[in-house]
């Protein structure tokens, strides 16, 4: 099974095959078109900003890991709303990372940017800016490093040049069984997303600056190449698949006209771009812009956002 990431604002693709039955098992989506979407903020423990990608646990649903921006990935449990460390990436040490926000402490404290949790064998994959792939250990403590650099060069270098607005940002894949990385797609402005198709022939990547999605094919006639799919007037970040379906939840942030500011907005797109449905988060996030959208059993949505000390989560009741 091959794991796929991109680097910055990077998000760990599991390869869905696996997860097929499960997803056909647990995601039955109930008649909810009488009732309505309420918003709920799941407030960060005091101190923390940032919540960057979230990840779920496929057995447990409403629990979920989130990684923030002090560097660490916490896990929620919703019986108890209550937050509690997780994993870290780097060696940190609680006193000096915990709440920090400074950008000079990040080496060391870490920066993870987005996870993958993958029920089979139970493994919460973590990629961060600085110390590259990640498996969080069971017991929740420092995670396990698989691979920090592709072809010599760390994978930090590559966020700098992104950072830089450069079109540097590249699509990797790990292989866990040769446990070898390598380059599927290069050029990436601003590589900020990815999911694989639920059939695993092909994984779509979104570009934050470049403003669109790609899809990368990994089986087929037109293996190895990248077309394509859409351009928003915005920035889309984040992509996430929906349970049981071949459609993806997109978080960009849409442009106001003749203006920086932007409006968040999920957007669901069919797996050849195609836009099915877009709904502004305009009323409770004003212009805040958002990271990504992740749906849960059809039900609800959260939202992550790394400007905003909450978790947001659309429930249906
Ligand atoms: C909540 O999480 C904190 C750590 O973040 C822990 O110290 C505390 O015991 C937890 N409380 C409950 C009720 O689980
Ligand atoms: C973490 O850092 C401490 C103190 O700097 C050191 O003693 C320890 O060996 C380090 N652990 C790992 C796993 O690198
Ligand atoms: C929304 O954000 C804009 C600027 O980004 C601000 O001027 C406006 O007051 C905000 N609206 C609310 C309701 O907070």
């Known amino acids: 099974m091959a794991v796929v990431l991109s680097v910055l604002g990077s998000w760990v693709s599991m390869n869905p095959i696996s997860n097929i039955l499960l997803l056909i098992l647990v995601f039955f989506i109930p008649p909810h078109m009488a009732l ?4 709920v903020k799941i407030p960060l423990p005091s101190g923390v900003t940032a919540a960057a990608s979230i990840g779920f646990p496929t057995a447990l649903p409403k629990d979920f890991y989130v ?55 139970n493994q919460l994959f973590i990629a961060d800016a600085y110390y590259g792939i990640l498996v969080a250990g069971t017991d929740g403590r420092l995670a396990t490093q698989l691979a920090s650099a592709v072809n010599g060069v760390p994978f930090r ?19 866990m069984k040769t446990k070898q990385v390598t380059v599927l797609l290069r050029g990436l402005s601003g590589a900020a997303g990815d999911a694989v198709n639920a059939n695993g022939d092909s994984i779509l990547v979104s570009e934050l600056i470049g403003g669109r999605i790609q899809r990368f094919w990994l089986e087929g006639p037109q293996i190895y190449t990248a077309e394509t799919l859409i351009i928003f007037p915005g920035r889309p970040n984040k992509i996430r698949r929906t349970p049981g379906g071949d459609f993806f939840w997109v978080a960009v942030n849409i442009f106001k006209p003749d203006s ?9 797109i069919n797996r050849d771009g195609n836009i099915m449905e877009k709904v502004s988060l305009e ?12 749906q849960f059993a059809g039900a609800s949505y959260y939202v992550a956002s790394r400007y905003t000390n909450f978790v947001g989560l659309y429930k249906y009741t």
């Not at 870490?110 to 089979?120: D, I, K, M, Q, T």
């Not at 270098?157 to 607005?165: D, G, H, K, S, T």
């Not at 920086?260 to 669901?268: A, F, M, N």
Request: proline content about 4%; hydrophobic content about 25%; aromatic content about 8%.
């Open 260 to 268: 920086q500011e932007t409006v968040p907005t999920r957007i669901r």
């Open 36 to 39: 309505s979407l309420t918003f």
């Open 157 to 175: 270098n590559i966020e700098q040049a992104v950072l830089n607005n450069d079109r540097t940002g590249s699509l990797l894949k790990y292989d």
């Open 283 to 294: 009323n409770e996030y004003n212009t805040t812009r958002i990271t990504g959208v992740v």
């Open 67 to 121: 990684s923030v921006q002090d560097g660490r990935i916490l896990k929620y449990q919703a019986a108890t709303s209550n937050f509690s460390d997780f994993a870290t990436t780097g060696n940190r040490s609680k006193a000096v990372c915990d709440g920090q926000t400074s950008g000079d402490l990040e080496p060391r404290c870490g920066r993870p940017l987005s996870l993958e949790y993958n029920r089979a064998p």
